[in-house]
C-alpha cells in the first residue's frame, strides 16, 4: 500500500519522483484506494487523481466525516469515513477483505492472485520475526529487536521480489550498531 504524493506541479525534484512513483503505483496496482477530504470542495488536484483512476479498479473514500461536508452532492464515494474518530473504517476494511477474497478464491484460478509454496514459506518467516520484534520490545535490548525486523525485511522483500535498499538497512543498523 502506497501513500501517494500529491499529482499536481511539482515544486521541486523530490516532489517531482514522488509524483511519479505515485502515478506508476496507480499504473502497478491490481485496487486503488483512493482518499478524498470531504471538508472542502473537490480541488483539481482531487478530480486530477478521479481522472487518473478511471479506468482501474478503485475504492473512492470520502474521508473526514467528523467534519461538516462541503460536497454539493454531485460528488460521490463509495463509502465515507472519519480517520480521526474512525468512523466508517470497518466498513472499508470489509470492502477490502471481501476484494482481497474474490481474488484469493476461485477467481485465483481465473487470473487473481494465487500464492506459492514459496512465497507462503516467505511470509511464515516475515511473520515469526515480526512476532518475535513485537514480543522482544519489551524484554531485549533495541538491537536483537532490529535483527529480527531484518529478517522480516528480507523475508519480504524475497516474497517481492526485490532487495531491501541497503543504504536504508544500513543507516538503520549502524545508528544502533548492530552489524549487516
Not at 470531504?38 to 479506468?55: A, G, Q, V, Y
Not at 518467516?125 to 535490548?141: M, N, Q, T
Amino acid at each position: 500500500m502506497r501513500d501517494g504524493a500529491g499529482l499536481s506541479i511539482p515544486h521541486d525534484p523530490v516532489e517531482a519522483e514522488g509524483m511519479r512513483r505515485a502515478r506508476r503505483g496507480i499504473l502497478d496496482s491490481d485496487l486503488v484506494v483512493v482518499v478524498l477530504d470531504r471538508s472542502r470542495p473537490r480541488s483539481t488536484d482531487d478530480m486530477s487523481i478521479l481522472e487518473l483512476t478511471s479506468d482501474r479498479l478503485r475504492v473512492v473514500v470520502g474521508n473526514k466525516s467528523d467534519l461538516p461536508s462541503a460536497w454539493t452532492g454531485e460528488e460521490t464515494c463509495d463509502l465515507v469515513c472519519s480517520a480521526l474518530t474512525t468512523s466508517g473504517i470497518d466498513g472499508l476494511v470489509k470492502r477490502l477483505e471481501e476484494w482481497v477474497s474474490e481474488q484469493t478464491g476461485e477467481a485465483a484460478e481465473a487470473g487473481g492472485v494465487s500464492v506459492s509454496v514459496r512465497v507462503l514459506a516467505q511470509l511464515g518467516v516475515a511473520s515469526s520475526a515480526l512476532g518475535r520484534a513485537r514480543d522482544g520490545l519489551e524484554s531485549i535490548p533495541i538491537e536483537a529487536v532490529l535483527v529480527d525486523l531484518r529478517e522480516a525485511i528480507n523475508a519480504l522483500g524475497q516474497t517481492m521480489g526485490v532487495g531491501a535498499d541497503e543504504d536504508i538497512l544500513g543507516r538503520i543498523f549502524a545508528r544502533f550498531c548492530v552489524g549487516k
